[in-house]
């Protein structure tokens, strides 16, 4: 039997569209191509490598399950092109840097960023707002922007400082339950609360609000503007940042109040890329000015 042949990308590419979107119909859409083009690409793979990749049965199209290693190479294949395309006119301060970040973040860095385009209008920027950490050593992102260090040896992160937070609610929250605006740890247990969801349960004031005896969340999200809303509406009590330009009352409390720590982390192989060292620069002096 002969030996397999390597995978091209054209095929790798379609097996992980097929893999996100569910069918070959689908696939060939977000690649710009035919369904029959896009059924060829997987067969072409399928003999080159010698095995079946794809289920077919009439309620349709499926990944196999020997086939997500395969997946994962094609994810890491297409970071690597979209990391070179991206390094693409460095040398005149141009291309793309992509961020990720709480999107309690977005406007400040967004500030920085339309800073920085006016003067390098070359430069473009992709900014992501999640609540995961993407994997910067993979070149999911350019630069990360986070609250917990990463174990990764491939990553340069910069402590920026640290964030004191604060108890805030609405005035109507305190009119209706907090007459004097002071919140006693004795009475956590029987206020609302707002707060990430159930997946981000280990984010430090998660985790401190928990030490304190909050129980009643009546509203949780991932994304800190609903959090925001939901407070400004009277729902609940909300952890933020102290330097907040909000409606919000900030609490008098008995309690001790968390810090949180702020990482901006970039790949080891960044440090000489002029349109990431620009950009790494600017948020630095950004956010430590902020914070002072």
């Known amino acids: 039997m002969e030996n397999p042949s390597a995978p091209s990308w054209d095929d790798l590419r379609v097996l992980l569209a097929l893999h996100r979107h569910g069918s070959l119909l689908a696939a060939g859409r977000a690649l710009g191509v035919s ?5 060829r690409r997987i067969e072409a793979l399928e003999k080159a490598l010698g095995r079946q990749l794809v289920h077919r049965s009439s309620a349709g199209t499926s990944v196999e399950p020997e ?5 994962r190479l094609a994810e890491q294949l297409e970071l690597g092109l979209q990391a070179v395309r991206r390094d693409e006119g460095d040398e005149a301060m141009a291309g793309t840097v992509r961020l990720s970040l709480s999107d309690g973040f977005l406007r400040p860095v967004t500030r920085v960023l339309a800073t920085l385009r006016r003067l390098h209008p070359a430069l473009h920027f992709e900014l992501s707002a999640e609540t995961r950490l993407v994997d910067l050593a993979r070149r999911e992102a350019d630069i990360g922007i986070r609250n917990s260090r990463s174990t990764s040896p491939v990553l340069i992160q910069k402590h920026l400082g640290a964030v004191r937070l604060g108890l805030y609610a609405a005035p109507s929250y305190i009119e209706r339950r907090l007459r004097d605006g002071r919140l006693r740890r004795e009475d ?3 206020h609302d609360f707002l707060g990430f969801d159930v997946d981000l349960d280990k984010l430090p004031q998660a985790q401190w609000l928990a030490a304190q ?5 009546v509203f949780r999200s991932n994304s800190y503007f609903a959090l925001l ?7 609940g009590i909300l952890v933020l940042s102290a330097a907040l330009s909000s ?3 900030r609490l008098e409390t008995d309690v001790e109040l968390p810090e949180v720590s702020v990482y901006l982390a970039f790949h080891r192989e960044l440090r000489q890329v002029k ?10 002096a950004a956010i430590r000015a902020a914070m002072a």
């Open 229 to 235: 809303e939901a407070a400004e509406q009277g729902q």
């Open 35 to 39: 369904t029959s083009t896009a059924a």
């Open 188 to 190: 956590m247990a029987r």
């Open 247 to 249: 409606p919000l009352v």
């Open 213 to 217: 005896g909050a129980k009643r969340f």
């Open 67 to 71: 086939a997500l290693e395969l997946i």
């Open 275 to 284: 349109r990431v060292r620009v950009v790494v620069d600017a948020l630095e």
